[in-house]
């Protein structure tokens, strides 16, 4: 089954993730922050980048940026997540990820989106 890279600096957000991920059969590995993704993908891409935008250390934005230049990472899908509103959507765009979804979100929609990038 395919793997699923997700950084949130909320372990309460983390644990959900992985508690929903895992039970619809995905591998899942977590990370706090932007760095530990970035130097994760780095190591081994993912078959799905989730980014929270907003992270200690570098951003969800700058982290994209980054895993876009790693080898391999030009084509793995990435989501953004956001819980605010305004220049996000831009921001996102310009990183390179694939979408942007806001919270709060229904795991459905989520589910759905994953599925769709990984056919």
Do not use: W
């Amino acid at each position: 089954m395919a793997t699923i890279l997700i950084a949130d600096d909320d372990l309460l957000i983390r644990k959900a993730y992985i508690d929903i991920f895992e039970d619809q059969g995905y591998t899942v590995e977590v990370h706090e922050n932007g760095i530990s993704a970035v130097d994760s993908c780095a190591v081994n891409m993912p078959d799905v980048i989730i980014l929270d935008i907003h992270m200690p250390e570098i951003n969800g934005i700058e982290a994209c940026k980054r895993i876009r230049e790693l080898p391999g990472g030009k084509n793995v899908p990435i989501l953004m997540i956001s819980g605010s509103m305004g220049r996000d959507e831009l921001d996102v765009i310009k990183s390179g990820a694939d979408k942007l979804l806001r919270k709060p979100f229904e795991i459905k929609n989520l589910l759905s989106t994953i599925k769709q990038y990984l056919t």
